[in-house]
């Protein structure tokens, strides 16, 4: 079974930076793609960013095209998300996830692990 532990959540100011990273560990062979989500009070969790094994292809929700970038290290069986021009509606709890599916839509339904989420703040 596939565990995740997310680190480097914090508060910023808008404008500011922040890179958050997700440790694998246990069957990591079985994954395929790793993503990241975020979830703000109150609200759904919601797509942010998916690394897909296969083909090397990343994909990015519109809100963080541009600003957003995942990257992940086979070696070390980690993700890493580099949040750059942080807006104070990008506060949430961040989760990484990981899927066994070869091609994961921008959805939780098709990621089967998920990390407990790191805080991220920005103040306006």
């Known amino acids: 079974q596939v565990q995740l532990v997310e680190s480097g959540g914090g508060l910023v100011q808008a404008g500011g930076s922040l890179r958050l990273s997700c440790a694998a560990s246990g069957g990591t062979f079985s994954i395929f793609a790793m993503g990241w989500f975020r979830q703000a009070p109150g609200k759904e969790r919601e797509f942010v960013a998916t690394?897909?094994?296969?083909?090397?292809?990343?994909y990015y929700a519109d809100s963080v095209k541009g600003r957003f970038t995942i990257s992940r290290d086979n070696a070390k069986n980690a993700v890493y998300l580099q949040m750059n021009s942080l807006k104070p509606e990008d506060t949430a709890v961040y989760y990484c996830?990981?899927?066994?599916?070869?091609?994961?839509?921008?959805?939780?339904?098709?990621?089967?692990?998920w990390g407990q989420g790191t805080q991220v703040t920005v103040s306006s």
């Open positions: 996830a990981a899927s066994t599916k070869y091609f994961p839509q921008a959805n939780t339904k098709d990621f089967g692990s």
């Open positions: 690394d897909r094994r296969l083909g090397s292809t990343t």
